[in-house]
């Protein structure tokens, strides 16, 4: 009787053979539609055009590396490449900076206004982007017009647009991972002798790396793969990646071989940066939620 008792305490958190296989199937579905396209781009940068045009054939043939080479001289990628990475790089080091400073001092200090400023933050993610074009667009106009500063059709202005997107959502996440951190941390640097920035630098930035990381990845991928701000706010001068992957459509033809190509070479930096900092962005984004 007692192995019969073991066996219906523990049958109702056994897992059925039934419940296995559905996660399987389930898991294995997903895993295809996230891999079939993929696997589309792949074969179809490697076909020369002639057989990207017509039908789509699952198991490729007459393969080559034409298109990974004639990517870089049917339109300037390396051009385009260099701006993305200025423009995502640099919005990236501002936003960071900047969002760890105002973050520490919400989180460390009480001021007049404190609530004020982070409902502020919040609610500027609710608005869409498309909504700002036009202010932004004008703004920048006048200030060309009126100081000489060419904000419009610069990567300077870029960089300013995407840090209005940026900037709000990393210093409210910043916010509640630099209230995880004890204050006593701050206030023993304190006791030592360090000021408030040595503090915060010594101490709090070290502590609050993947919190930093995850911020860092999101303003740099919300930069990088932006499209609609990069096709009005720049020039043929400053065009980035996500804008100029438009060039390989000519009048007469689209490259897609080289197409296909192009948008691989161009997300290896999104993806190996994910790989390599996964880690922290997993723990920079679950640390400070129950705050």
């Given at each position: 009787?007692?192995?019969?008792?073991?066996?219906?305490?523990?049958?109702?958190?056994?897992d059925p053979?039934?419940?296995?296989?559905?996660?399987?199937?389930?898991?294995?579905?997903l895993?295809?539609?996230?891999?079939?396209?993929?696997y589309?781009m792949?074969?179809?940068?490697?076909?020369p055009?002639r057989y990207?045009?017509?039908?789509?054939?699952?198991?490729?043939?007459?393969?080559?590396?034409?298109?990974?080479?004639?990517i870089?001289?049917t339109v300037?990628?390396?051009?385009?490449?260099?701006n993305?990475?200025?423009?995502?790089g640099?919005a990236?080091?501002?936003?960071?900076?900047?969002a760890i400073?105002?973050?520490?001092?919400v989180?460390r200090y009480?001021?007049?206004?404190k609530?004020?400023?982070?409902?502020?933050?919040?609610?500027?993610?609710?608005?869409?982007?498309?909504?700002f074009l036009?202010?932004?667009?004008l703004?920048?106009v006048?200030?060309?017009e009126?100081?000489?500063?060419?904000?419009?059709?610069?990567r300077?202005?870029?960089?300013?647009?995407?840090l209005?997107?940026?900037?709000?959502?990393?210093?409210?996440?910043l916010?509640?991972?630099l209230?995880?951190?004890?204050?006593?941390?701050?206030e023993?640097?304190?006791?030592?002798?360090?000021?408030?920035?040595?503090?915060?630098?010594?101490i709090?930035?070290?502590?609050?790396v993947?919190?930093?990381?995850a911020?860092?990845?999101?303003?740099?991928?919300t930069?990088?793969?932006?499209?609609l701000f990069?096709?009005?706010?720049?020039?043929?001068t400053?065009?980035t990646?996500?804008v100029?992957?438009?060039?390989?459509?000519s009048?007469n033809?689209?490259?897609w071989?080289?197409v296909?190509?192009?948008?691989?070479?161009?997300?290896?930096?999104?993806?190996?940066?994910?790989?390599?900092l996964?880690?922290?962005?997993?723990?920079g984004?679950?640390?400070?939620?129950?705050?």
């Open positions: 009787m007692s192995s019969t008792s073991v066996t219906r305490r523990r049958s109702p958190n056994a053979r039934s419940l296995v296989w559905t996660r399987r199937v389930v898991l294995t579905l895993a295809l539609f996230a891999l079939v396209p993929v589309v792949i074969t179809s940068s490697l076909k055009l990207v045009s017509g039908k789509f054939h699952w198991i490729p043939s007459g393969l080559t590396i034409r298109p990974y080479i004639d870089w001289t300037p990628l390396a051009k385009y490449f260099v993305s990475l200025i423009v995502a640099t990236t080091v501002c936003s960071v900076v900047i400073l105002s973050a520490y001092a989180s009480d001021f007049r206004g609530r004020v400023f982070t409902v502020t933050v919040l609610s500027t993610q609710m608005f869409p982007g498309i909504l036009l202010p932004l667009f703004i920048f006048n200030i060309g009126s100081t000489g500063i060419a904000l419009f059709g610069s300077g202005g870029l960089i300013l647009t995407y209005t997107f940026s900037l709000p959502f990393s210093i409210w996440m916010i509640g991972y209230e995880s951190i004890p204050k006593e941390l701050d023993a640097a304190l006791v030592d002798g360090c000021g408030p920035l040595g503090a915060l630098f010594r709090v930035v070290p502590a609050a993947p919190g930093i990381v911020v860092a990845v999101y303003a740099f991928m930069a990088w793969g932006e499209v990069a096709s009005i706010m720049t020039n043929d400053t065009r990646l996500a100029g992957l438009q060039a390989y459509a009048e033809n689209v490259y071989n080289q296909m190509a192009a948008s691989l070479v161009v997300s290896v930096p999104v993806v190996a940066g994910f790989l390599l996964q880690r922290y962005l997993v723990a984004l679950t640390a400070g939620a129950v705050k």
